[in-house]
């Protein structure tokens, strides 16, 4: 069982810049994959980004060269910098654990609103 913690949500003007993190607590040797989701308003859940044990990452094309994904093992916390957002960017952001064994877990979700 794995518990998951999202912050660093808020309201930016386009161009800015968030920071969000994800801290996984629990039987965090159980996980395989850390990564960030979004849903839009109209829109269905995307994935963002994921970053794995060993440090293998993924982007979606839409945020590839603006967002990164990093983790800190230290802390077992997972981190999106995202900069240069737009207002397409506007959504609840996800973080999601994947397993070795058994069913992930999703957070709460945070909102990121990208707006003047």
């Known amino acids: 069982q794995v518990q998951v913690e999202e912050s660093g949500g808020g309201l930016v003007q386009p161009g800015g810049s968030l920071r969000l993190s994800c801290a996984a607590s629990?039987?965090?040797?159980?996980?395989?994959?850390m990564g960030w989701y979004r849903q839009a308003p109209g829109k269905q859940r995307e994935l963002v980004a994921w970053?794995?044990?060993?440090?293998?990452?993924y982007y979606a094309d839409s945020v590839k060269g603006r967002f990164t994904i990093s983790r800190d093992n230290a802390k077992n916390t997972a981190y999106l910098q995202m900069n240069s957002l737009k207002p397409d960017d506007t959504a609840v952001y996800y973080c999601?654990?994947?397993?070795?064994?058994?069913?992930?877990?999703w957070g709460q979700g945070t909102q990121v609103t990208v707006s003047s």
């Open positions: 999601k654990t994947t397993h070795y064994l058994g069913s992930p877990n």
């Open positions: 629990g039987n965090i040797f159980s996980i395989y994959l």
């Open positions: 970053i794995t044990d060993d440090g293998s990452t």
